[in-house]
């Protein structure tokens, strides 16, 4: 069937000839009919063969420039060709839909980007222009403004820090410095530069050791501590203010395993799938209050990943959640 398609042309031209041939076979004679049409028809194959060879051939040398790679060495046969172009077109049609989803993730990247700048740039405009109009000769009024102003700036550092971090990541300027290091000393870093936010909030954390607490794990201790701290800090945030939030150590498979549990709010099955992405938020509104940039989870499961371990979460609506990521342990 193939072969009857690929020769459409030489095909129709042979029954053509055998038609003539026929209708001119009294002056032929049999034989001068069947040798007409044997011969015609080897012509025109070859003829069909030899134009489609050549007209493959000047593609492929096209092709050739675009993807060395794939035509270093040319097929013999036509249909090997064939398959060299189908292969060939096959990775432009990849590429392009690539090329399309990256030029629509920039859009919504920028997007996103402007949309976190606007709120506080709005902010610091509106209170730069109220104190010029008048509100900075009441200094308790001024100093109020100024405050206020001063919580947005500090949110637009935040934003900035996070999408350099993002930033460095992608472009894999990220280095990870794999060390060993006693866990207990790095989780009592982190508490230490925790405390004033778990005051201000009035929460509790509790460590829970369910190995010994003198494990010692390979890891970039700073990349890890800052997954610690982004952990513990979002499961403050999202939970009731005088919360308890356990951090629990366990070993299973060789591997330690790092739990964040809160019995806050919880994060909607429709949600979880996504928490990860880049400015991902489940409640927006409750989440810009509480001034993060969005981007805090994306970059822990970079550190995390970037470790060649993992992260996961199990959460339920109301009832709280539970992010649990894994360290390599120095082999005893
Ligand atoms: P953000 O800066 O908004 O906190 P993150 O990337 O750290 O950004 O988190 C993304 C979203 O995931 C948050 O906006 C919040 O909706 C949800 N989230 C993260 N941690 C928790 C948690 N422990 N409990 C409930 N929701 C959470």
């Known amino acids: 069937m193939k072969v009857l398609r690929n020769n459409l042309t030489s095909f129709v031209s042979t029954s053509l000839v055998l038609l003539i041939c026929v209708f001119y076979r009294d002056a032929l004679g049999t034989s001068g009919v069947v040798l007409i049409a044997i011969v015609a028809a080897i012509f025109l194959f070859s003829f069909e063969a030899f134009i489609r060879r050549s007209a493959l051939e000047k593609t492929v040398a096209i092709m050739k420039e675009h993807d060395p790679a794939l035509f270093k060495e040319l097929p013999e046969s036509i249909e090997g060709m064939e398959e060299k172009i189908a292969l060939w077109s096959k990775k432009q049609s990849e590429f392009l839909e690539e090329y399309k989803s990256r030029e629509q993730f920039r859009r919504e990247y920028i997007g996103n980007i402007s949309h976190e700048l606007k709120t506080p740039i709005f902010s610091i405009q509106g209170y730069i222009h109220t104190l010029l109009d ?91 501590e800052q997954v610690l701290d982004n952990l513990i800090m979002n499961a403050i945030k999202y939970s009731p203010a005088k919360s308890t939030v356990i951090v629990a150590i366990s070993e299973k498979n060789n591997k330690i395993h790092v739990e964040v549990r809160d019995h806050g709010f919880g994060i909607p099955d429709a949600d979880l799938a996504r928490i990860f992405e880049r400015f991902y938020r489940v409640d927006k509104a409750r989440a810009r209050s509480q001034g993060g940039s969005g981007l805090g989870l994306s970059i822990v499961k970079h550190i995390v990943e970037a470790h060649g371990q993992e992260i996961s979460v199990r959460s339920k609506e109301s009832m709280g959640s539970v992010f649990t990521f894994s360290l390599a342990t120095v082999k005893r």
């Open 134 to 224: 008048g509100a900075m000769d009441d200094s308790k009024v001024a100093k109020r403004f100024l405050k206020r102003a001063a919580k947005s700036v500090d949110r637009m550092t935040e934003l900035v820090k996070d999408l350099e971090a993002i930033s460095r990541i992608e472009s894999g300027l990220y280095e990870i410095q794999m060390r060993p290091v006693v866990l207990r000393n790095l989780i009592e870093d982190s508490m230490d530069a925790l405390e004033s936010f778990v005051a201000k909030h009035k929460a509790t954390v509790e460590v829970v050791w369910e190995v010994n607490n003198d494990v010692v794990v390979v890891c970039d201790s700073a990349r890890i």
